[in-house]
């Protein structure tokens, strides 16, 4: 799991798949606006990479030099395109959530409506769909390092 304290170490490093290929470097990181929390790396496609694409790092790593993610280089070319490259909408995030295969830390933890994370997640309205601007919302905040 990649710490807090890392996090301003992952810009720029390169991204090795759940095979250990080199497939790009990271471009750009976008934490949990709750629990600040690192969740997605924008990985920027080197020549033999899959292209850019959104990357989970709730399993990733820090080893050495290099990010390990635990998802290979074909799920990762395979990744729905997203409507930018600054933030992920939740509606985009709830794609890459399915393509990916996990679900939302949020959704694991509370059980119960209107316990744990619910309770203090901004969000939560959005996603129920409340408000109809689902895709032009977020959940999350881009990392600055300063």
């Known amino acids: ?3 807090q304290e890392q996090l301003g170490r992952l810009t720029g490093r390169p991204v090795h798949d759940a095979d250990g ?3 790009g470097h990271v471009e750009r990181l976008l934490l949990d606006d709750t629990t600040g929390r690192p969740e997605w790396a924008l990985v920027r496609g080197g020549p033999s990479g899959p292209g850019d694409a959104f990357v ?3 399993e990733a790593v820090l080893a050495g030099d290099h990010v ?7 799920a990762i070319a395979a990744a729905p395109g997203t409507g930018g490259d600054d933030v992920l909408t939740v509606v985009d995030e709830r794609t890459l959530f399915a393509h990916y295969g996990i679900r939302d830390v949020r959704e694991q933890v509370n059980a119960d409506e209107g316990t744990g994370w ?3 997640d901004r969000a939560q ?3 129920a769909g409340a408000s109809g601007h689902e ?8 990392y600055d390092p300063a």
């Open 1 to 3: 799991m990649i710490t």
């Open 21 to 23: 290929l080199d497939i």
């Open 56 to 58: 989970p790092l709730r």
């Open 68 to 74: 390990e993610v635990a998802f290979t280089a074909a």
């Open 118 to 120: 619910s309770a203090m």
């Open 125 to 127: 309205h959005i996603r």
């Open 135 to 142: 895709d032009a919302r977020t959940r999350l905040r881009p």
